[in-house]
């Protein structure tokens, strides 16, 4: 079982930065991916970026690519995901999850380790 904790969140206004953090320990020796979610109040939970481990391929919802980045420090089992000109509609609990077969489908269920989430509030 991997534990994961994440950090990093906080308030800010439209069109900054924040860099999540999310922290992996336990078994992580067999983990193959690491990912990000989120869900807003009133919405359904959605893949926001996942990295395989083995070999760094990231993957991106439409919704935030060419504003997010997930990378990834093995030294410290740490997942970050560095996210630029926020919006509004950004606003969400950000969870952090670990290992599933198939890392580039972000489907939460499939996922078998979480984190309890870190609150991003971005205002216009």
Request: proline residues 0%.
């Given at each position: 079982q991997v534990s994961l904790v994440e950090?990093?969140?906080g308030s800010l206004q439209a069109g900054?930065?924040?860099r999540l953090s999310c922290t992996a320990s336990g078994n992580t020796y067999?983990?193959?991916?690491?990912a990000w979610f989120r869900q807003a109040p009133g919405k359904e939970r959605e893949g926001v970026?996942?990295?395989?481990?083995?070999d760094g391929r990231t993957?991106?919802?439409d919704?935030?690519?060419?504003?997010?980045t997930v990378s990834h420090d093995n030294a410290k089992n740490t997942l970050y995901l560095q996210m630029n000109s926020l919006k509004p509609e950004d606003t969400a609990v950000y969870y952090c999850a670990a290992d599933t077969p198939r890392c580039w489908h972000l489907d939460w269920d499939e996922f078998s380790s979480y984190g309890?989430?870190?609150?991003?509030?971005?205002?216009?």
């Open positions: 950090s990093g969140g900054g930065s924040l067999h983990s193959n991916c690491m970026a996942s990295f395989y481990l083995d993957y991106y919802a919704s935030v690519k060419g504003r997010f309890q989430g870190t609150q991003v509030t971005v205002s216009s």
